[in-house]
């Protein structure tokens, strides 16, 4: 890549970085879909995963007072299950396919009957969501809506869905860098500088998002997010399906 493009990437990293900051979520969602288009789909499975382990890692760290530990017990029993099946079947999509997985996911879950809806606190959901979500990320590189959604159905505050997805992230993405770069084939390459300036930009949106989420109320949270989840999700399925017609 061209210095003003690695420049313009680095900006996108910091902006997305920003807004997981504030949501925890849609960052991680809006970057894939940045370096899908820029770069083949190993190359940009393990630039997403360095950055966004980088900006999950800075996020619990920054809002470790406000970690719950019961969700995370679960969800990440159901992300190991998930990888230990994916590791016997090491596949990654094409990019239209990553797309639409990514698109359609949200309005799957909005059509579940309301005895299916998620709570983060239930243990047996944690094992499901995460096996789920944790498939999801090694197939298209983020687990997205799925993993907002089941965050979101309980009862935590806004810092701590924050703060305790960001602890569950920080797993799947290092799982997920695991998966690409050692276990499938054809895994792709990272260039070092690139990644380490990757992790500035991740650390310096996410410190930069502290503020803002403090000032939101819990309400203004939730809100928010149901918006930002539909536009992005509508955006993949566009997307996803314009690559696969042509």
Known sequence: MS?????ALLLVMVATALLSGIFGM???LVLVGVLLTLLPVPDAMLLHGVTQAASNGWRALLWRGHIRLRPILGFVAGCALAMLVWSLWRYVPDKP?????????????RAFPPRWKPDSER??????YGGACMSLMLL???????????????????????????????????????YIGALVEDAGTLDPLLAVLAVVASML??????????RLSDGQYRAWTWRIITVIATYYVAH???LLLT
Do not use: N
Not at 123 to 128: I, M
Not at 162 to 168: H, L, Q, R, S
Not at 205 to 214: C, D, N, Q, S, Y
């Open 3 to 7: 210095p003003a493009l690695i420049a």
């Open 26 to 28: 849609a960052g991680g």
């Open 97 to 109: 396919v990553a797309l639409l997985m990514l698109g359609i996911t949200p309005f799957l879950v």
């Open 123 to 128: 243990p047996a959901q944690g094992v499901a």
């Open 140 to 178: 298209t590189g983020v687990s997205g809506p799925l993993m907002d959604t089941f965050f979101l159905g309980g009862k935590l505050d806004r810092r701590e869905i924050v703060a305790t997805k960001a602890a569950c992230q920080l797993f799947c993405h290092a799982a997920k860098l695991l």
């Open 205 to 214: 949106g996410t410190t930069l998002a502290r503020p803002i989420l403090e």
């Open 240 to 242: 996803g399906t314009w």
